[in-house]
Every structure is written in structure tokens, then in C-alpha cells.
């Protein structure tokens, strides 16, 4: 098919890889025009100056940026995709945005005879160089199935979960999941350290019992190691738990923990560790128990 893709950063320039690699005609777009050259140099293809040129001809738009404002401005600002894609045309959107803006823009594309669903991803930037993603979609039905094998090019799942704004709800679901699951990690490593326990011993004989986790399993042993190069930086994560407490207001959900663990990791952006991994949450209880 013809796809168009918006947005290369550290997901999305994978993840358009891949959809060259199956076959498709993939043109790209990049805020960074340098980024989208060094694209068409690896993959081929081509790339475009504007959104609106990048979808011209498109059977697809994805689409992956930064946020609500950024994912506005590619779709409905000046040159905005949505004024130059053909009727018809499926957006897919994988920026973790908020539900409201899904909403909004699903919408919009109905009024102009475009499709919208909203798809965020997880699995960071390793999942998005293997192709392994996991996608939660929100959306028509039908719409969905039409899009669903173009976007499994780089996805190891890739769910519907509802109707338009589902999939960020979805996703919001996963980020509450996972900053829980990392903050009790590092109390448990932090804990056992002060002990005198052999960590990496430790994590390996709890990982075969009910405390095993993912986050356990790739992300203990770095955080032994004090390494936090991985994956997915705590300024995103921040951006992040923004949106869930956010909708958490709105739906009258309670979220002590993750209001508990977002001002922690506020606490690391005032560290300078804001481009470390999430699982940089130990480094403040190394700096804590040290005093």
C-alpha cells in the first residue's frame, strides 16, 4: 500500500523500516528534514517537506510525535495532513496522547471523509528496531480491520480495544501498571542491597515465583548495574503519567500511587536524570538511603 509516515524519532524511525521492509510505498515526513533524508537512505523510499505532502497520495497515515499540540499541528495546522490526504484515506495515530485529542481528531477526519484510529505502542525503542510492538487500538470496527495487517509490520499484538480514544485509555492503563511495578522493584533492590544480599542471586530465584515480572527479568539487573541507558527516557514517562492523572481527574479515578511515584520522578528530573531510563526510580533511593 501507500503509506505515509509522520514522525521519526526514536519509534517511528523504526517503525517506518519496517513497513518498507514488507513492501509498502513509504513516503516520510520529519519536523528535522536531516532525520527524514537519513531515512530514504537506509530504507529508500521517499520523504516530503510538509504533512500535507507526505499524504497526497497516501492509502495510510501514520503518524508518531510528541504530543496533543505536536500531533494537532501535523494533522490540522498549516500544511496539515488532513487537508491534502484522499478521501477515504486511514490515519493511525501512535503518539501516546490524551483520549480527548483521539476524540477530537477522529472527529475531524470524519468531516473531511478521512478515518482516524488511535493506536499508541509499547515495547520502546528495542520493540520498535525488532518489530515487536504491542499496539492498542481505538476506533470504528470496521476501519480497524482494513489497517490492522499494515500496522502488524511491526507489532508482535496489535488490539482493538474500542471506540475512538480507547487506545490511549488502554495505554494510560499500561504506563499506571508499569510506574507501580518499577517503584516496588527498586524499593526491593534498594531494600536488599542494605541487607547485604547478593542481588542479582536474589532477582534471579524471585523471578521464577510470583514476583517475576518483565521488569524484573531486563530491568533488574541493570538496575544492579547501575545502568539506565534503556529504552524509555523519564521526561516521557512524566509526559506520560501527566495524562493519566489528568484523565484520572476527569473520571473520578484514584491513583495515590501514581500521583506518589510521578513527583519521584520529578525528584530525578531535578537529579538531572531526565533522559535516564524509567528505571532510574533506584537512584533516588540510593541518594536517599546514602543520607
Known amino acids: 500500500m501507500r503509506v505515509a509516515f509522520l514522525g521519526l524519532g526514536v519509534m517511528g524511525f523504526h517503525m517506518a523500516g ?39 497520495q497516501a492509502d495510510v497515515v501514520c503518524s508518531c510525535v510528541g504530543n496533543d499540540d505536536d500531533l494537532r499541528s501535523v494533522l490540522t495546522g498549516p500544511d496539515g495532513a488532513f487537508f491534502a ?43 520498535a528496531e525488532k518489530g515487536i510492538l504491542t499496539i492498542m487500538c ?17 507489532a508482535r ?31 526491593a533492590i534498594a531494600f536488599g542491597e542494605r541487607a547485604g544480599l547478593d542481588m542479582k542471586l536474589v532477582l534471579d530465584v524471585i523471578s521464577k515465583g510470583a514476583a517475576g515480572s518483565w521488569q524484573l527479568e531486563n530491568r533488574g539487573p541493570t538496575m544492579i548495574e547501575n545502568k539506565f541507558d534503556f529504552g ?13 492523572l489528568d484523565e484520572a481527574r476527569r473520571n473520578g479515578a484514584s491513583l495515590p500511587v501514581t500521583a506518589t511515584v510521578d513527583q519521584f520522578y520529578a525528584d530525578l528530573q531535578q537529579m538531572g536524570c531526565g533522559r535516564s531510563d524509567t528505571s532510574s526510580l533506584i537512584k533516588r533511593l540510593r541518594r536517599f538511603s546514602q543520607n
Request: hydrophobic share 45%; with cysteine.
Open 138 to 154: 481505538g476506533g470504528d470496527a470496521d476501519v480497524y480491520a482494513r489497517v490492522e495487517p499494515v500496522i502488524a509490520a511491526y
Open 232 to 244: 524509555f527516557a523519564v521526561d516521557w514517562m512524566r509526559k506520560d503519567l501527566g495524562l493519566c
Open 85 to 127: 490526504a484522499p478521501t477515504g484515506c486511514i490515519f493511525v495515530d501512535h503518539t501516546t496522547a490524551s483520549a480527548n485529542v483521539a476524540r477530537e481528531l477522529y472527529a475531524a477526519a470524519r468531516e473531511r471523509g478521512l478515518h482516524f484510529v488511535d493506536g499508541p505502542v509499547s515495547g520502546g525503542e528495542v520493540g
Open 18 to 56: 519496517h513497513l518498507a521492509a514488507k513492501g509498502h510505498e513509504v513516503t516520510v515526513y520529519n519536523r528535522t528534514a536531516a532525520k527524514a533524508q537519513a531515512w530514504v537512505e537506509k530504507f529508500g523510499g521517499k520523504a516530503a517537506d510538509t504533512p500535507a505532502q507526505a499524504v497526497r
Open 157 to 187: 499484538a496489535v488490539t482493538r480495544i474500542g471506540e475512538a480514544g480507547a487506545g490511549q485509555l488502554a495505554k494510560m492503563v499500561n504506563q499506571i501498571s508499569i510506574a507501580g511495578l518499577i517503584q516496588g522493584l527498586s524499593e
